[in-house]
């Protein structure tokens, strides 16, 4: 009784999982190359990030936390709002992204976790 299958099926089914994985990850690359002189492209190249920044800001602050009625953790209640002040505080003072992000993330979960 020969319970495994026919190599020959494994090395198919190998074969093409390889095939779509490459094609996947290629295929973004391709379109990159394709759209890199529209002016859409160009337009979401300059908004996106302060788009990303504003949806994980919205996450953090209302989402999570249960300001906006949903069940959340009491102690993210005041720590989201302070590590927003000191991230917008930082990038005031310093206009360094990277940093202001940095310091923000890490009094928010210092406050998290150590405090509240």
């Known amino acids: 009784m020969n319970v495994l299958p026919d ?7 190998l074969f093409a999982m390889g095939a779509v994985t490459v094609l996947l990850r290629a295929l973004p690359f391709v379109f990159v190359r394709a759209l ?9 190249g300059l908004t996106m990030p302060v788009g990303v920044m504003v949806a994980l ?3 953090t602050v209302f989402g999570r936390v249960g300001l906006a009625g949903s069940e959340g953790d009491p ?3 005041w720590a989201a709002p302070i590590a927003l002040l000191v991230t917008i505080g ?4 310093k ?3 990277v940093l202001s ?7 928010y979960m210092v406050l998290v976790n150590l405090v509240f």
């Open 7 to 13: 190599s020959g099926y494994v090395l198919a089914a």
């Open 36 to 44: 890199k002189d529209s002016p859409l492209f160009q337009f979401l």
């Open 57 to 59: 800001v919205v996450y």
């Open 75 to 77: 102690g993210a209640a």
């Open 90 to 93: 930082l990038h005031w003072w």
């Open 95 to 97: 206009r360094n992204a």
């Open 101 to 107: 992000i940095f310091a923000g993330t890490a009094v």
